[in-house]
């Protein structure tokens, strides 16, 4: 058959036996190629595949991992697979109790290093001065944190004492002083200059700061003009008692420390970059060793650090 094939090659192209047989060759190899993606696809395909209900199994557990993850903001599981909410007090609450309430564990470390500060929580606002601890969060856990609403009048008006105070009469009617850290956009509003935008914009630079500990960052405001934070000043105050919420240099990574408004993602890279090749820091004061931290920036992000 072979030899036909050869004998019909010859005699169409007029090619010798040598030519014939290299022809006969190459044809043969652009076969193998024109038809090889065809043969090891039938070659490597399993001839057992998995089973109608077995892939419906794997694609159930495929949607749940991916679910728990969707779940959380940070992509990060909670500690514990099983969330049971009961009445809990912030100040004696263990790490296991929290995991079982479904807060964050870098929530947690920061929770539990305030509290090996010396920092008490007071009253149930005083969970959103925690770096970290999300709106969400406070919500749902709100009926179950054993804490009071507001703090008792006696503290208020010690707090008073500190500065002295009379009602601005504004457009607006009479403002009461009132907490910084503690007030809402209800009590922001009835300043004249601050409305829903500016309000809004306030709280939330509060919340992502952890608290005001100096009047002068009340400037640091987007949209605050001079005008409005002399009125500012004049209705606020910051208790004495206050402490702000603070971030873990040790335990946080490079996303977490970039989330504080004093601290820069190109700082945080290096913060953490310092990390690994130095080991924990042992003192806040070690930041300075970095080189694009200096003292003025140290001196603004210390109040709200911890090792």
Not at 21 to 32: D, E, R
Not at 98 to 127: A, C, P, Q
Not at 159 to 169: L, R
Request: with cysteine; proline share 3%.
């Amino acid at each position: 058959m072979l030899w036909k094939f050869k004998s019909l090659i010859r005699n169409f192209f007029g090619l010798s036996t040598i030519e014939t047989n290299g022809f006969v060759v190459l044809l043969f190899l652009l076969v193998i190629i024109i038809f090889a993606p065809t043969i090891l696809k039938a070659l490597i395909t399993e001839k057992s595949s998995y089973s109608e209900q077995e892939r419906k199994e794997l694609d159930s557990l495929a949607a749940v991992i991916e679910q728990r993850f969707k779940s959380n903001g940070d992509n990060d599981l909670l500690a514990s697979n099983e969330i049971v909410l009961s009445k809990f007090d912030p100040n004696t609450c263990s790490k296991r109790e929290f995991e079982k309430l479904g807060l964050r564990s870098s929530v947690i470390r920061t929770i539990l290093n305030f509290r090996s500060k010396g920092g008490k929580f007071k009253e149930k606002k005083d969970l959103l001065r925690i770096y970290g601890f999300k709106k969400v969060d406070f919500d749902r856990l709100y009926d179950y944190i054993d804490l009071p609403v507001k703090l008792r009048s006696e503290f208020v008006g010690s707090v008073k004492q500190h500065k002295k105070f009379e009602p601005q009469n504004t457009n607006r009617g009479f403002i009461n002083d009132f907490d910084i850290n503690a007030c809402d956009t209800i009590q922001l509003k009835k300043i004249k200059g601050i409305g829903s935008v500016l309000s809004r914009r306030i709280i939330k630079f509060r919340d992502k700061l952890g608290g005001f500990v100096s009047e002068y960052q009340y400037r640091e405001v987007y949209g605050l003009d001079s005008a409005v934070v002399k009125e500012l000043k004049k209705v606020s105050f910051i208790s004495p008692l206050f402490q702000p919420g603070k971030l873990a240099i040790n335990e946080a990574n490079m996303e977490e420390l970039s989330q504080h408004p004093y601290i820069s993602k190109n700082m945080a890279k290096i913060i953490v970059a310092y990390k690994q090749e130095h080991g924990k820091f042992a003192k806040l004061n070690d930041l300075l060793k970095i080189h694009i931290i200096d003292t003025t920036t140290f001196n603004k992000v210390k109040p709200y650090l911890t090792l």
